[in-house]
């Protein structure tokens, strides 16, 4: 295992120099979020947007990674990206979108409301009886009922 923290606050540290209007958010979720990390985990970051949804998302997509990954050098990073407004209100919660949204650490926060955000998704996620199993390594989720449809937001 690593340090957890220690690289938390140092990826914290240097996102802060994140520069540009429309990046609004920078989430830290999988191992590294669990402090689960070790010497070989990448991490796996969320950032969100706003504005940029009307750019190709192959150019999108490598920009903002572009932007990321001058700023953390030092790590293997996985980025993804997705406009805030998607991630408030989503169409459709994927077992990606939930893994994030359980584990989500807030690193950069120019809106000042996610952690209030995730606070009420994570309660509604045990209010609606989801559970989260572990099965090594990677995690799945179990609805309450077979095929029931959740509402988490």
Same mark, same amino acid.
Request: charged share 25%; glycine share 6%.
């Given at each position: 295992?690593?340090?957890?923290?220690?690289?938390?606050?140092?990826?914290?540290?240097?996102?802060?120099?994140?520069?540009?209007?429309?990046?609004?958010?920078?989430?830290?979720?999988?191992?590294?979020?669990?402090?689960?990390?070790?010497?070989?985990?990448?991490?796996? &970051? +969320?950032?969100?947007?706003?504005? %940029?949804?009307?750019?190709?998302?192959?150019? @999108? =997509? #490598?920009? *903002?990674?572009?932007?990321?990954?001058?700023?953390?050098?030092?790590?293997?990073?996985?980025?993804?990206?997705?406009?805030?407004?998607?991630?408030?209100?989503?169409?459709?919660?994927?077992?990606?979108?939930?893994?994030?949204?359980?584990?989500?650490?807030? &690193? +950069?926060?120019?809106?000042?409301? %996610?952690?209030?955000?995730?606070?009420?998704? @994570? =309660? #509604?996620? *045990?209010?609606?009886?989801?559970?989260?199993?572990?099965?090594?390594?990677?995690?799945?989720?179990?609805?309450?009922?077979?095929?029931?449809?959740?509402?988490?937001?």
């Amino acid at each position: 295992m690593i340090n957890c923290q220690a690289v938390i606050n140092d990826v914290r540290a240097k996102l802060s120099r994140l520069v540009g209007g429309s990046f609004m958010a920078v989430l830290l979720f999988g191992s590294l979020a669990r402090c689960e990390a070790d010497e070989y985990s990448d991490v796996d &970051l +969320l950032v969100l947007h706003s504005g %940029l949804g009307r750019i190709d998302r192959v150019k @999108r =997509r #490598r920009a *903002v990674y572009l932007a990321i990954s001058a700023l953390l050098r030092d790590y293997p990073l996985t980025v993804i990206d997705m406009d805030i407004n998607e991630f408030l209100n989503p169409g459709i919660i994927t077992p990606l979108l939930l893994n994030i949204y359980w584990d989500a650490m807030v &690193l +950069l926060d120019r809106t000042g409301k %996610l952690n209030e955000f995730l606070e009420q998704v @994570r =309660r #509604r996620i *045990v209010e609606s009886g989801l559970r989260r199993i572990r099965d090594g390594k990677a995690y799945y989720w179990v609805l309450p009922k077979p095929l029931e449809r959740v509402r988490i937001i």
